[in-house]
């Protein structure tokens, strides 16, 4: 059974950083491209950070620079680094995994001003 529990999301002020986290079980996981979603509220999901099992990532234009995806196989985990953050990144974050139409609860992301 595929499972995906994403943790570490919080309130933080503006500036401030988490450290969000995705253990997968039931899954493929070291061959698999793995990636961060968000859906702020009332809009609609979009792509944060793609980690491929090649080790290549990839990020959306307004979290460069400042986010970083990274994962650990043998754990079967996902990481997302997010430093500096704006309140526009406030929302529910997502991981996914690329073989799977499989969507996890999420963890949510509160960035006050």
């Known amino acids: 059974q595929v499972q995906l529990v994403e943790s570490g999301g919080g309130l933080v002020q503006a500036g401030g950083s988490l450290r969000l986290s995705c253990v997968a079980s039931g899954t493929i996981f070291s061959i698999s491209v793995m990636a961060w979603y968000r859906q702020a509220p009332g809009k609609q999901r979009e792509l944060v950070a793609v980690s491929t099992s090649l080790g290549s990532t990839n990020y959306a234009d307004s979290v460069k620079g400042r986010f970083t995806i990274s994962r650990d196989n043998a754990k079967k985990t996902l990481y997302l680094q997010m430093n500096g953050l704006k309140p526009e990144d406030t929302g529910v974050y997502y991981c996914?995994?690329?073989?799977?139409?499989?969507w996890g609860q999420g963890t949510q992301v509160t960035v006050s001003s």
């Open positions: 996914k995994n690329s073989l799977y139409d499989y």
